[in-house]
């Protein structure tokens, strides 16, 4: 046997038949891809032959017509079992083919074996390579791994923490599914992985649904409210054969049409609960009080994936005594606590920072070997920077706070510099793919409602006319005036300290763009007095 070779035949007993019992791969650990021209199915095993002929028996693959087998002279079963569920991952986001997999077992959790480096990085890129010259395959590693869906994978491999989360949601459905009404609520700050075990969580309830147990014929829906996000999970379920894009939807159209059929559903998770409304919004056809308490009426169980510091609108202000009311209202409630930052390279100090930033508190910006942070004179120079990040790395794009003239008219407006003539296109969205994702996006800056939930490898952010520097102090200023983000301040009703709630809402839009990236943040401040002080703390 050779280092790595795909051996490729028939998916028939004839062709399995003709194999000689002298074949190195006869009971030894082997990955394997079986294929036709729009579907495919990843496995491992240590029986190939008597795996394949199962397989042969399965109705779900019947139409399959191609072996693939992918053999290597150092696999074991923890490298082929590791490796098994990378392939899935990238042919996911590949997009090549309808994939028929479904979870692996629930215990699955990301672990170390012996030289996993070498198997996940040398023998993988080995194996990517074969299968693009087999045209197996479409795009590069590094194309697939700035892929929104890539990175949502329901197929991702867990850490210890999301795994024992997934595995209490799992069994809170299961234990609560005759009940009348129960409550789960996921809380984490952005970045600690709450999208990805929500996307899990769903793929793995969709399939119970179809097999038997509790959960059997369950009606289960994963909701948002946001449209660049949504269009990343219905992205998955196109890709997926076992999820369906008609049962992830935002709240509003889905509440309105339960309401109206009179139809009721057994599960509805929601990602990013707290860009649910709060209060009537007649504008957007929602004519309850809470889309949560009205959600909570629509279904036996409500899960939600919730950050209190990531609230963009008056009209989605959770007041912790709402929220407190609705877990009462509740027969069951639960909240779980995820705390392990994952998107960031960085290290706890840069976060503690950045923290600190979006409480209005100046301090030393720290120096971290893995993670960049860098402040810039200009826009023309983030921008520049940027850009060269793009180049290098990909997926590297300037966003900024909604201080700048912005319209849904199908005209052009800028976000620009304080001194100087350069300036930036605002983002346009009116694409099915997600606004990063656009090679063309390199030239925009992307709003808060682009970006929110998504990750960026560098992230440039201007901090437009709403930050400023308070030099008695020391400290942040947000002049609310300053923000243009209107549709962000409609619904002040109920609300007791209106200025403290439209400061909130900024402070909140400022930690959610400056989270944003995996190795670096570039930062411009408008405010030319924010601007130097940045530099000072830099020094």
């Known amino acids: 046997m050779g280092s790595l070779e795909i051996v490729s035949m028939d998916f028939k007993n004839d062709a399995l038949n003709r194999i000689?019992?002298?074949?190195?791969?006869?009971?030894?650990?082997?990955?394997?891809?079986?294929?036709?021209?729009?579907?495919?199915?990843?496995?491992?095993?240590?029986?190939?032959?008597?795996?394949?002929?199962?397989?042969?028996?399965?109705?779900?693959?019947?139409?399959?017509?191609?072996?693939?087998?992918?053999?290597?002279?150092?696999?074991?079963?923890?490298?082929?079992?590791?490796?098994?569920?990378?392939?899935?991952?990238?042919?996911l986001g590949d997009e090549k083919y309808l994939l028929?997999?479904?979870?692996?077992?629930?215990s699955h959790v990301t672990h170390n074996y012996y030289e996993k480096s070498f198997?996940?990085?040398?023998?993988?890129?080995?194996?990517?390579?074969?299968?693009?010259?087999?045209?197996?395959?479409?795009?590069s590693l590094h194309a697939i791994e700035n892929k929104d869906i890539f990175k949502l994978s329901p197929f991702k491999e867990l850490s210890r923490e999301q795994l024992d989360l997934k595995e209490e949601v799992l069994e809170f459905c299961e234990n609560h599914i005759q009940d009348e009404s129960s409550l789960l609520i996921i809380e984490g700050e952005a970045g600690v992985g709450k999208s990805v075990v929500l996307s899990s969580i769903f793929n793995t309830l969709q399939e119970y649904a179809l097999e038997e147990g509790a959960?059997?014929?369950?009606?289960?829906?994963?909701?948002?409210?946001?449209?660049?996000?949504?269009?990343?999970?219905?992205?998955?379920?196109?890709?997926?054969?076992?999820?369906?894009?008609?049962?992830?939807?935002?709240?509003?159209?889905?509440?309105?049409?339960?309401?109206?059929?009179?139809?009721?559903?057994?599960?509805?998770?929601v990602d990013e609960a707290h860009l649910l409304l709060t209060r009537k919004d007649t504008y957007n056809n929602f004519y309850g009080n809470n889309q949560l308490e009205e959600l909570m009426k629509l279904a036996k169980i409500v899960i939600i994936v919730y950050d209190q510091n990531q609230v963009l609108k008056l009209k989605s202000l959770w007041e912790a005594a709402k929220l407190e009311t609705l877990k009462q209202t509740a027969k069951t409630?639960?909240?779980?606590?995820?705390?392990?930052?994952?998107?960031m390279q960085a290290n706890d100090q840069i976060i503690k920072w950045i923290d600190a930033f979006k409480d209005?508190?100046?301090l030393p910006i720290p120096v971290d070997e893995k993670y960049e942070v860098a402040c810039f004179d200009s826009l023309q120079q983030?921008?520049?920077?940027?850009?060269?990040?793009?180049?290098?790395?990909?997926?590297?794009?300037?966003?900024?706070?909604?201080?700048?003239l912005h319209k849904k008219d199908n005209k052009t407006y800028y976000v620009t510099e304080s001194k100087g003539d350069y300036q930036m296109p605002w983002n346009t969205t009116a694409s099915s793919t997600t606004w990063a994702e656009r090679q063309e996006t390199i030239q925009e800056a992307g709003s808060i409602y682009t970006i929110q939930g998504f990750d960026l490898n560098y992230v440039g952010v201007v901090l437009g006319p709403s930050i400023q520097y308070d030099a008695a102090n020391d400290c942040l200023r947000i002049d609310t005036t300053k923000y243009k983000d209107t549709g962000a301040y409609a619904g002040t009703e109920g609300i007791e300290n209106v200025e403290f709630a439209k400061e909130r809402i900024i402070l909140n839009s400022l930690n959610i763009l400056m989270k944003r990236g995996v190795h670096g943040l570039y930062i411009y401040a408008y405010d030319e007095a924010l601007r130097e002080r940045l530099k000072e703390l830099k020094a």
């Open 215 to 269: 959960l059997k014929k369950t009606t289960n829906y994963l909701v948002v409210n946001h449209e660049e996000m949504l269009k990343t999970y219905k992205g998955i379920a196109k890709n997926v054969k076992h999820l369906k894009a008609k049962n992830i939807e935002k709240p509003t159209p889905l509440i309105n049409r339960l309401q109206k059929n009179d139809e009721r559903a057994d599960i509805i998770l």
């Open 119 to 139: 198997y996940d990085e040398e023998v993988f890129q080995e194996l990517w390579q074969q299968l693009r010259q087999k045209k197996l395959v479409q795009h």
């Open 382 to 404: 983030l921008h520049q920077a940027i850009e060269e990040k793009n180049k290098d790395v990909g997926l590297s794009r300037v966003v900024a706070t909604f201080d700048f």
């Open 333 to 343: 409630c639960k909240v779980y606590p995820l705390t392990n930052q994952f998107r």
């Open 360 to 362: 209005k508190k100046l």
């Open 20 to 91: 000689s019992q002298q074949e190195s791969y006869l009971n030894y650990p082997v990955i394997y891809l079986l294929n036709n021209d729009k579907e495919a199915y990843i496995g491992e095993t240590i029986y190939f032959k008597k795996r394949m002929k199962a397989h042969l028996k399965n109705k779900a693959r019947k139409n399959l017509t191609q072996i693939n087998l992918i053999q290597h002279e150092r696999f074991n079963r923890s490298a082929t079992f590791h490796l098994e569920t990378k392939l899935i991952n990238y042919f």
């Open 100 to 106: 028929q997999n479904k979870s692996k077992t629930v």
